[in-house]
């Protein structure tokens, strides 16, 4: 085999790349990772607050979402958050639950991106960074031009992920390659991404509270956040992954409370301070003043009117968001590589052989919480399994 010819080469040195590079090195394959960045793995650098929430230990097949329902199943079930902690254990890396099986790294997201480029060195992966593919064909072999000089294998893995955050690395590569062999592609769209609301009551900016938001068929009760364009926080995060533009939605800052236990067993304080007990007061004395309602007076003393009128406000906060931030804020790619043509077992194309996909590029997006790395790890090991 001459220098630049290899078994596989692995496009894109973001999680599901590096992952899957230091598994075939393991394997015994001679295994070029290009990344065009200066460094691997940014996105994993700049995740979950710079602490990266590299798996969710209650992860389920329904907290996953694509046009088909159970693609993920098979390679989920085949590498679990657990394997991935064991490999974490393996390099001493501490890591603690957040809440709701949201698992971070105790000191910081570099400790999971250096632990997979050491997986990587020690598996003897070729390693090329600030390297841009530009193209591939194919013949007997697959032909890769690429920013540094032209290389061959005889597999390629497209890790190259989804669109959102263009200036660390993301582009369209994937996709492009994907539609090049026959695949289809889902409409990628931006997801995990905060709403842009029009008027966009930047008044209340800052102010973060719990809610309960639907859209459709769709609920999440979690933290909600108003920005200066509109609203953010993990609440409007995850119903992102279902919202379409133009479709309602619903929040309800009573979080279900029925009307008859509402302001129940607080009528000698005055409505401001008794709604303040379960609100930010900012955001109480916004609406009071929105309602015309007076704040100083005693919630007994209010009228029942005025006291709807508040309920209404408050469990049914309606409004068609304008757009999202796009992806510029997202995190990550909601559509991509329609998977009815990939093998759900190993991440090939049905249409080329000795094509592959992981990670975000597909058409397989997580909740909110840790899911999209598992589906990154478990796409790559499904991956190399098949190359196996
Ligand atoms: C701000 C932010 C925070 C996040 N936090 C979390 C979190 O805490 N938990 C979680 O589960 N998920 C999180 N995510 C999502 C998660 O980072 C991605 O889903 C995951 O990184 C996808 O892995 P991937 O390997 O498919 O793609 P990526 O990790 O994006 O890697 C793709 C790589 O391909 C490279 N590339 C692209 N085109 C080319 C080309 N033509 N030639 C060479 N290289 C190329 C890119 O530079 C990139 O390094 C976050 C995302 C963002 C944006």
């Not at 597999?155 to 959102?164: D, M």
């Not at 390659?177 to 289809?184: E, L, N, V």
């Not at 119903?239 to 509402?262: A, H, M, P, Q």
Request: hydrophobic share 35%; proline share 3%; with cysteine.
């Amino acid at each position: 085999m001459d220098k630049d010819q290899y078994d596989v080469i692995v496009i894109g040195g973001g999680a599901s790349g590096l992952f899957v590079s230091s598994l075939l090195g393991k394997q015994g394959k001679k295994t070029l990772l290009i990344e065009h960045n200066k460094e691997f793995g940014k996105k994993i650098l700049i995740s979950g607050g710079g602490r990266c929430n590299f798996t969710n230990a209650n992860s389920t097949p329904e907290d996953f979402f694509g046009k088909n329902r159970h693609f993920h199943k098979s390679a989920l079930s085949g590498y679990k958050p657990s394997d991935f902690i064991d490999l974490l254990k393996k390099y001493k890396i501490e890591w603690y639950e957040k809440k709701d099986g949201q698992l971070f790294c105790k000191e910081s997201a570099a400790q999971v991106r250096d632990m997979l480029v050491r997986e990587c060195e020690t598996n003897n992966v070729k390693l090329l960074t600030s390297c841009h593919v530009k193209s591939i064909e194919h013949d007997h072999y697959y032909h890769l031009e690429s920013t540094k000089g032209d290389f061959k294998s005889e597999n390629v893995v497209i890790a190259s992920g989804g669109l959102s955050i263009a200036p660390i690395g993301a582009t369209d590569f994937g996709h492009r390659i994907a539609s090049q062999f026959g695949h289809k592609l889902i409409n990628p769209e931006p997801a995990l991404v905060p709403f842009v609301l029009e008027p966009s009551f930047s008044e209340l900016s800052g102010v973060s509270l719990p809610a309960k938001v639907t859209t459709g068929k769709n609920e999440i009760t979690e933290d909600l956040l108003f920005t200066h364009k509109g609203m953010s926080g993990p609440a409007i995060l995850k119903i992102s992954l279902y919202w379409n533009i133009g479709d309602k939605i619903k929040i309800d800052f009573t979080l279900g409370r029925v009307r008859e236990d509402f302001l129940k067993g607080v009528g000698a304080k005055t409505i401001l301070n008794a709604l303040a007990l379960s609100a930010p007061k900012r955001f109480v004395e916004y609406i009071l003043e929105e309602l015309n309602v007076d704040k100083d007076k005693k919630v007994n003393e209010t009228s029942k009117k005025d006291l709807n009128k508040i309920y209404d406000f408050l469990s049914n906060f309606s409004f068609t968001p304008a757009r999202t931030e796009g992806f510029r804020k997202a995190e990550v790619t909601r559509g991509g590589v329609d998977v009815s043509k990939i093998s759900s077992k190993t991440m090939e194309s049905n249409l080329q052989k000795g094509l592959f996909f992981i990670g975000e590029v597909l058409d397989v997006t997580g909740q909110l919480g840790g899911f999209n790395f598992q589906w990154a790890w478990a796409s790559a090991y499904a991956c190399a399994q098949g190359l196996e």
